[in-house]
C-alpha cells in the first residue's frame, strides 16, 4: 500500500519536480548571462514581455480550474524594487480538498502552460509537426513498456527522445526558414521565464501534499475493501492509478523534455552573447 502510493506520488509530482528544477537552472543561467553580459533590462523587455505574460498566466488559468478567487493579476508590470515582472495574487478554501490538490497545478502552471505553449508553437510553426504528434502517440504508449525493464531503460528512452527533438529542430529547412527564427526567439522569450520562483516552488509543496494524501486515501480504502473480500476491485483500483499516474508522468517527460530542448539552446545562446560581450570588453 505504501509502495503503491510512493509510486504513484513519483509519477504525479516527481517527475514534474525533477524536470522542473532542470528546466529552473537552464533559465537561471541563461538570464544570469544576459543579464552580465547584455544588462538586466535585456531580461525585462527582450524576453519578459512574452515570457512573463505566459508565466503568470499558467498560474492564473489553474486558479481558474481549481476555482480558486483571484484577488489581482498582473500578467506584465516590472518593479524594479522588488525585481517582480508580473504576479497573480489568490486565495482559496482551505476546507477544500479540490482547491488544495489545484495548489500543486497553479505553483508548477508556468511549467506546464509554458511546455504546452512551445508544443503548440512547433506544430503549427515547424514542418515536422506531424512527426511530432507521433512521437508523443508512441512514447506515451511504450513508457510502462520502458520502465518495466528497469530505470535505465526509461532514460534511455528519455535521452532517445531529447536527439529526437534536436534532429527535428536543427535542419536545413528549418535554417533557412525565416518563421523558424521566429519560432525560436518565442521560444527563447517563454523558456526564460519559466523558472518558478520560492512562492511558487511553496504553492506547490502544499497541493503536492494534499495529492500524497489523496492517494494513500485511496489506497488504503482500496485494501479495506479487499479485506472484505472484494480482491478483483482492489487490484482494479491500484492498478488504474497506476497506469494513470504513469500516462501521466510520460506526457509530462515528453511535454517538458521538449522544453528543457529549447531551453538549453536558450542557455547555449546566452553563453555565446556573453561571451561575446566578454571579448568586445577586452
Known amino acids: 500500500m505504501v509502495f503503491n502510493t510512493l509510486y504513484q506520488f513519483w509519477w504525479f509530482v516527481g517527475v514534474m519536480a525533477v524536470m522542473g528544477l532542470v ?13 552580465q553580459s547584455v544588462g538586466p533590462k535585456f531580461d525585462t523587455y527582450f524576453t519578459g514581455w512574452i515570457g512573463t505574460p505566459v508565466h503568470e ?7 481558474l480550474i481549481f476555482m ?14 522588488s525585481g517582480t515582472l508580473g504576479y497573480v495574487s489568490h486565495s482559496y478554501n482551505k476546507k477544500s480538498i479540490y482547491q488544495k490538490i489545484g495548489n500543486f497545478f497553479i505553483g508548477i502552471g508556468p511549467i ?5 505553449i512551445l508544443m503548440a508553437l512547433a506544430y503549427f510553426m515547424l514542418p515536422s509537426h506531424i512527426r511530432m504528434v507521433n512521437l508523443f502517440q508512441d512514447f506515451t504508449e511504450s513508457w510502462p513498456i520502458e520502465v ?7 532514460l534511455a528512452a528519455i535521452a532517445d527522445s531529447f536527439w529526437v527533438f534536436v534532429k527535428l529542430l536543427v535542419t536545413k529547412a528549418n535554417l533557412y526558414s525565416p518563421l523558424f527564427w521566429v519560432f525560436i526567439y518565442i521560444s527563447l522569450c517563454i523558456s526564460s521565464h ?6 511558487d516552488i511553496k504553492t506547490a509543496l502544499l497541493g503536492a501534499l494534499m495529492v ?5 486515501l485511496a489506497n488504503v480504502l482500496s485494501e479495506l475493501i479487499a479485506a472484505f473480500g472484494k480482491n478483483t476491485f482492489q487490484a482494479t483500483v491500484s492498478n488504474r492509478i497506476n497506469l494513470i499516474s504513469m500516462r501521466f508522468g510520460a506526457a509530462s517527460i515528453f511535454l517538458l523534455t521538449f522544453s528543457v530542448v529549447l531551453s538549453f539552446f536558450n542557455m547555449l545562446i546566452s553563453l555565446m552573447v556573453n561571451n561575446l560581450g566578454g571579448l568586445m570588453k577586452k
Not at 25 to 35: C, I, P, Q, V
Not at 57 to 63: L, R, S, T, V
Not at 112 to 116: D, E, H, I, K
Not at 194 to 199: A, E, F, H, R, T
Open 112 to 116: 506546464l502552460v509554458g511546455g504546452g
Open 68 to 81: 480558486h478567487k483571484v484577488k489581482e493579476v498582473r500578467f506584465f508590470k516590472s518593479d524594479p524594487k
Open 194 to 199: 519559466m523558472m518558478l520562483s520560492m512562492s
Open 148 to 154: 518495466s525493464y528497469g530505470w535505465k531503460s526509461g
Open 212 to 216: 500524497l494524501a489523496v492517494l494513500l
Open 57 to 63: 498566466f499558467g498560474h492564473w488559468i489553474f486558479c
Open 23 to 35: 528546466l529552473y537552472l537552464l533559465a537561471r543561467t541563461a538570464r544570469r548571462n544576459y543579464s
